[in-house]
């Protein structure tokens, strides 16, 4: 879903934090598995935005001005998985797909739900109203 100020859309579960990255002569890169799990984010972002008529309201919106994340995880088990291991690569995923610098999100809201038959995320990124404390 999108509107003039928020995208709202519903995401594959990312890859764990174990499988996200792999050790290369010693540096710490994003694995084979993170970047297709990137690539993937990006193409349904892409084919959301292209399914909307607010497409290029939100896009201009999200370029400018502080922004709100908010990730819902729906896991298949309560235990197996930490709240924030999917954090870092959805946010990255989700802002390179809309073509804008995460470190604008200046507040984020991460929560977990248990769905044994459907596993997934929603993701939320949402334009907030400038205040002193952001400029």
Known sequence: MITSDTLTITLPVPPSINHQYASVNGRRVLSSTGRAYKAL?????????????????????????????????????????????????????????????????????LYKHVDKADPRIEVSLSCLQPSSASA
């Open 41 to 109: 984010v990006g193409q349904l972002v892409w084919l959301a935005l292209t399914q909307s008529p607010l497409t290029q309201s939100l896009r201009n919106r999200l370029q400018f001005g502080p922004l709100a994340f908010s990730i819902r995880f729906f896991f298949a088990t309560a235990l197996r998985r930490d709240l924030d291991g999917g954090l870092k690569i959805a946010q990255d995923a989700v802002c390179e797909g809309l073509g804008v610098n995460d470190n604008r999100i200046i507040e984020t809201h």
